[in-house]
């Protein structure tokens, strides 16, 4: 059974950039896909993107296309999510879940990594 | 505003089923794009509860159910219990510019 394990929680000011990471463990993690989840507080879940590892290749929702870069190393099982230019209103909690396979579409999520939050504040 | 609607909130009492609604569009739901459901208790992360419209994974009971129909799907959830309370939420793709990947907005239900 795959594990997501993820990078510890973050406080940024606003104009920079954040980088999580998200180690899987006990699976083929070249294979499946990886997704990007952030939950602001009190809100609900809004896809970022993801990436498939097999085929180095990544997308990314509209809202995010500017300042989000998501990438994966299949030498360390580990994916990442860059954000940048931080506002405010980027405080959350980011999850990695994996996919079913090498597709972004259609697919579910599962598992999903324990969540890192990432709190921006002057 | 998220591109697939639920309602708020729902509720029952101990043993009861209710059911969630998940209303979307032509370009995801009606589309036939599969949809799916995650539980989240609080605090912690979504757990998947139901994929493929209709299927349960592995360790999942079987009180849960979902069904599609046109541009909406729903979960059941019957013999209602205390630690079902929790934020549900559905998940599709869809075909438009806005997003691929959607959600709804979530649903708390609440065990009276």
């Known amino acids: 059974q795959v594990q997501l394990v993820q990078s510890g929680a973050e406080v940024k000011k606003p104009g920079s950039s954040v980088k999580v990471s998200c180690k899987a463990s006990g699976g083929t993690f070249r294979n499946y896909a990886i997704g990007w989840v952030r939950q602001a507080p009190g809100q609900g879940l809004e896809w970022m993107g993801g990436?498939?590892?097999?085929?180095?290749?990544?997308n990314y929702a509209q809202n995010f296309q500017d300042r989000v870069t998501i990438t994966a190393d299949e030498s360390t099982s580990t994916a990442y999510m860059e954000l940048s230019s931080l506002r405010s209103e980027d405080t959350a909690v980011y999850y990695c879940a994996q996919l079913p396979g090498a597709n972004l579409w259609g697919s579910w999520f599962d598992p999903w990594g324990q969540g890192t939050l990432v709190t921006v504040s002057s | 505003q998220s591109v697939l609607t639920q309602p708020p909130s729902v509720s029952g009492a101990p043993g009861q089923r209710v059911t969630i609604s998940c209303t979307g569009s032509?370009?995801?739901?009606?589309?036939?794009?599969?949809v799916h459901w995650y539980q989240q208790l609080p605090g912690t992360a979504p757990k998947l509860l139901i994929y493929?419209?209709?299927s349960r994974p592995s360790g999942v009971s079987d009180r849960f159910s979902g069904s599609k129909s046109g541009t909406s799907a729903s979960l059941a959830i019957t013999g209602l219990q205390a630690e079902d309370e929790a934020e549900y939420y559905c998940?599709?793709?869809?075909?438009?510019?806005?997003?691929?990947?959607?959600f709804g907005g979530g649903t708390k239900l609440t065990v009276l």
């Open positions: 990436v498939i590892p097999i085929f180095a290749t990544a």
């Open positions: 493929g419209d209709t």
């Open positions: 032509s370009s995801n739901i009606g589309a036939g794009y599969d």
């Open positions: 998940q599709s793709y869809d075909s438009s510019l806005s997003g691929y990947v959607v």
